[in-house]
């Protein structure tokens, strides 16, 4: 495969198990890569049969330059696909500017794939930027990962670089994304083994390099769409697994003054809060928004030596 290696370029690493009824979700997310992101692609597909190979040749006959499919016939055990995407990002780390994995029925839309990067760069090392999942039924947006609603308080929320943000208690999102920099800084000798779960392996920043994520909120203290993500096939909108509606996720709550001038300890952000809170009203939301704790860059060095 003929690729150059540009500026801003960006290497695409998706796993996808092969099942004729879950394809559709593999075309919706090269869909959105192909004829959505502004940058060069490099895109490779691992999965477990050569038939994939012929199907997306057929789908897609213009775009043998930037889409790629390598099989792995002989895995050990299926779930094993999902950290074959290690052995690309190790063998062009040097050549592109930013890498993302991300399971194949993950859609994730260009700008706010921007607006993780540059949040990236004021979070990291400290934080990285967080996604939520978004599923769909009967026109209501649900949350993949939470049954009740999180807390959000003075003493949960984080003021940074003039930007709201919270830490959820469940923040998994099915993909990571990072930068050439990071990638390189963080690199270990253990990058390149079989993870022990499909979690684990589309969690790199957030579980291996243990780095806490943070979710951007807006000034109406809710989710900030560029933290939305979408999960196609849409599983966890059957009632046994009891999600929240997406406009239910977050609730205000009114919570004891803040002990530290800069922030609470950041391993109980997101923590629910006791049966006495009470529901912060609109008239006293700008009033509450002067408590939440501030995090200046230059203050940073010594925040993060007192947590």
Not at 114 to 138: G, M
Request: net charge negative.
């Amino acid at each position: 495969m003929n690729v150059i290696y540009p500026a801003m370029s960006l290497l695409i690493c998706i796993a996808h198990h092969y099942q004729p009824d879950k394809i559709q979700y593999l075309y919706t997310i090269l869909d959105r890569f192909l004829n959505t992101y502004l940058m060069p692609l490099h895109i490779i597909i691992d999965s477990n049969t050569t038939e994939i190979v012929d199907i997306l040749r057929n789908k897609y006959p213009d775009e043998n330059n930037r889409v790629e499919v390598v099989v792995h016939s002989e895995l050990k055990h299926p779930f094993d696909l999902t950290s074959m995407h290690r052995q690309h990002i190790y063998e062009y780390r040097d050549k592109y500017e930013y890498f993302m994995y991300v399971e194949d029925d993950m859609d994730i839309p260009y700008e706010n794939f921007t607006a993780y990067l540059d949040k990236l760069t004021f979070l990291w090392p400290h934080f990285v930027p967080s996604f939520i999942r978004i599923e769909f039924k009967d026109g209501i947006a649900y949350n993949s990962e939470h049954e009740s609603a999180v807390p959000v308080s003075s003493q949960t929320v984080l003021f940074i670089q003039g930007r709201l943000f919270i830490k959820l208690p469940n923040p998994y999102h099915a993909f990571w994304i990072l930068n050439r920099e990071i990638l390189l800084s963080t690199l270990s000798k253990n990058f390149l083994q079989i993870q022990k779960s499909r979690e684990m392996a589309a969690s790199y920043p957030m579980w291996e390099l243990k780095k806490p994520p943070l979710v951007e909120l807006t000034s109406e203290l809710k989710v900030h769409p560029n933290c939305y993500s979408y999960h196609l096939p849409n599983n966890y909108t059957d009632p046994i697994w009891k999600r929240i509606p997406l406009d239910l996720l977050t609730r205000v709550v009114i919570m004891p003054p803040v002990v530290s001038p800069v922030a609470s300890d950041l391993n109980n952000v997101g923590s629910s809060s006791d049966s006495s809170s009470i529901l912060l009203s609109k008239s006293r939301l700008g009033t509450w928004l002067e408590s939440i704790p501030k995090i200046n860059k230059h203050d940073e060095k010594q925040y993060y030596n007192e947590q």
